[in-house]
């Protein structure tokens, strides 16, 4: 037995005499398929050979050297990522991340071949692809509005876009075995107060249904609709709101994207797991984190991503829930940005997976709210971390902080040369 080994024995004995079986809990853990954004490797540039990120109410800040300037340099950055992630997981493209051999493709005129690149990498490392039409960073989206834009010449354009995403993700599903959720979100919305709130919604909820009216298997792909509280220039009015979107889910038998990052900072998304699971089917989740003004920080052991894990184990919602991470910080290396919010993603889970549940449920129901918090406080000190180590021995990725060692390495020789 090595260290590790030895502290998980004692760790397992420990939970063990409350009742949770580690071994359970680690196997439960590996089924778990986390999706990694694309787009934190490159500040959400893509490769069409325009500007980066331009509109569209969302930001990354900071230029700390070394962001993917190609698709390959994306993807061997996100190789590295993989190798400090235990388990195998799942990669989600923007549209804005084809690969047009230098040629201009605009986005409705995408098709699978310029993503076969992805696809050849995602089987080659038995990965999954997750996909999502790009609604901004373009002309014809800079006026704030697209699929609900009062110019059919506008709409028409993004409903194209539209279709051909959900192709390009039925082909990746197809080649690779398993359904590619696409992700739609709309920036739309207005600065300031509207004098029509109704007419866009409807206008976006006919678009939708256009885009959505090509029937394609489930085996292949999925459709998800994320909401959205307010953007960068969208603070008094967005048109994908939460009951927009939620209505609209509901009504088309369609996914929910919650992203953790969208709503009021004091409301919280694993408040609304429970209700939802009654009325909807599926859900995507983008963990991301909120700070001030700010939607899109790194993902953090914190109290709400725990909130998170709890809720999803505790309700049995792991097999209905898509979790993607969603985020950009440009101050920092952007795979360790990858690692840092993964591991804390699969972390939180392990530690919802290890809560002695049962327990908790029964003093509750009888009324014993001192030791429901009691148990809960003294959980937070459980030797956790001796279980997370073992399960990432287990997986051939590094321990602890030793991930940090490799990536400076990398750091080093990779990507420390883009300049
Ligand atoms: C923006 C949404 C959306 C984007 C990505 C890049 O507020 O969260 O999911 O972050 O599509
Ligand atoms: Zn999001």
């Known amino acids: 037995m090595n260290k590790i080994e030895k502290a998980y024995a004692l760790a397992k004995e420990q939970y063990a005499a409350l009742g949770v079986d580690t071994d359970a809990a680690l196997r439960k853990l590996a089924t778990v398929k986390i999706s990694l954004h694309c787009w934190q490797g490159d500040d959400v540039r893509g490769f069409e050979s325009g500007d980066g990120l331009t509109d ?10 070394g962001r993917a300037r190609t698709a390959e340099e994306l993807r061997a ?40 690149g992805w696809i050849d990498w995602a089987k080659e490392n038995k990965l999954g692809l997750d ?6 960073s373009h002309p014809l989206a800079a006026s704030g509005l697209t699929l609900a834009s009062p110019s059919k010449k506008v709409r028409d354009f993004w409903i194209e876009h539209g279709k051909r995403c959900r192709t390009i993700a039925a082909a990746m599903g197809r080649a690779l075995g398993t359904p ?13 107060i ?26 292949y792909e999925l459709d998800a609709f994320e909401c959205k509280l307010f953007g960068i220039g969208s603070e008094s009015y967005v048109v994908g709101s939460h009951e927009f979107v939620m209505g609209y889910v509901m009504k088309n038998n369609k996914i929910l994207t919650l992203d953790s990052g969208h709503f009021h900072p004091t ?46 184990v505790r309700n049995n919602l792991l097999e209905r829930a898509h ?21 804390a993603m699969l972390k939180a889970l392990l530690a919802a997976l290890l809560d002695p549940i049962k327990d908790l449920r029964r003093m509750e129901k009888e ?19 001796d279980v997370w180590n073992y399960y990432c021995q287990t997986k051939d990725v590094p321990i602890g902080r030793a991930w940090i060692d490799e990536m400076r390495k990398y750091e080093e020789s990779v990507q420390s040369k883009r300049v």
């Open 323 to 343: 979790i993607g991470l969603d985020y950009f910080d440009a101050t920092i290396n952007r795979i360790a940005a990858w690692t840092i919010g993964t591991r």
């Open 180 to 192: 590619s959720v696409v992700n739609f979100w709309m920036p739309d919305g207005y600065k300031d």
């Open 131 to 136: 996909f999502n039409p790009t609604y901004f």
């Open 56 to 65: 569209g109410g969302i930001l990354a800040t900071g230029n700390y050297p």
């Open 267 to 312: 409301e919280q998304i694993a408040d609304k797991f429970s209700a939802l699971s009654m009325y909807v089917d599926e859900f995507l989740l983008h963990v991301s984190r909120g700070v001030r003004w700010d939607s899109d920080h790194v993902v953090i052991w914190n109290d709400e991503l725990r909130g998170i894990a709890e809720e999803l």
């Open 77 to 116: 950055d996100a190789d590295k990522a993989f190798s400090f992630i235990p388990g195998k997981h799942r990669f989600n493209i923007h549209a804005i991340y084809l690969e047009n051999g230098g040629k201009k493709v605009d986005r409705d005129e995408i098709e699978p071949k310029h993503f076969q």
């Open 367 to 385: 009324g014993d709210f001192t030791y429901r918090l009691a148990l809960m406080e003294e959980m937070k000190s459980m030797p956790l971390c």
């Open 194 to 219: 509207p004098a029509d709130r109704l007419a866009p919604r409807k206008r976006m909820a006919e678009s939708l249904d256009e885009i959505f009216s090509v029937e394609i298997p489930k085996r």
